[in-house]
């Protein structure tokens, strides 16, 4: 996948709304391989709704979202699992992890299903993350900084041609906050990958192509 195109797209809560000033909603945007995008905006304006609306996760939106010219709308369940495993990461910002599961856990039941990391690249960001300790841990009994830190190398456990990340570094200090940034476009780079994160106020400090106003 090369490109993810939003074409006069509006979440249909706001359809009755003559006050909507965006740089996304009811405009033409494309999101591109190998650049990075911020997407900020205030609570309530649509963030994690744009990511779920790319994701399938929801259709209530008007206007269309297309993958390399095709409208998502078409694609029929097969396509959307091929989609997310293969070309679309998401970090939630809730994260979804399994609160009764290890951190170790979370992340590999993911990564058995694509294969796609090595041990010891996961245990390196373990590591690298200041969590290494912690990856026999159950998730529901870490704070949400530490889950957000999981979250991340769960994400990246798959082949992916763009990663959207929703406010990920909230609960993170301005140290871990930068090696989630490096560890994200490294990754990213590797894959040749686009890279688009959203937040309501702190973002991961990187080198962004473009920065959209929600």
């Known amino acids: 996948m090369e490109k993810i195109q939003l074409l006069h797209t509006l979440p249909k809560v706001f359809e009755s709304r003559n006050d909507v000033v965006s740089d996304i909603w009811n405009h ?5 391989k190998n650049k990075i995008y ?12 744009i990511c779920s609306y790319i994701y399938g996760y929801r ?3 008007l206007g269309d979202i297309l993958f390399d010219g095709k409208n998502v709308r078409q694609l029929t369940i097969a396509d959307w699992v091929e989609v997310r495993k293969q070309h ?3 970090l939630w910002q809730e994260l979804r992890l399994f609160p009764e599961l290890t951190a170790w856990e979370n ?6 299903l694509t294969g796609y990391q090595k041990k010891k690249q996961i245990e390196e960001w373990f590591e690298m993350l200041g969590i290494a300790d912690k990856q026999t841990a159950l998730i529901g009994r870490m704070s949400f ?13 798959q082949p992916f041609d763009f990663v959207f990340v929703d406010e ?7 140290a871990n906050s930068a090696i989630m940034g490096h560890i994200l476009t490294t990754e990213a780079g590797k894959q040749g ?7 309501i106020g702190k973002h991961i400090d990187l080198q962004y192509d473009q920065i959209f106003k929600l």
């Open 107 to 112: 992340v590999q039941i993911k990564n058995k």
């Open 88 to 90: 679309i990461a998401l």
């Open 38 to 49: 911020l997407v900020e905006a205030n609570s309530g304006t649509g963030k994690s709704s």
């Open 168 to 174: 990920p570094i909230s609960h993170l200090d301005d």
């Open 145 to 157: 900084g530490q889950q957000q830190r999981v979250a991340l190398i769960r994400t990246l456990c």
């Open 28 to 32: 033409d945007v494309a999101f591109e």
């Open 193 to 199: 990958a686009g890279i688009i994160t959203t937040s």
């Open 59 to 61: 259709r209530d939106y």
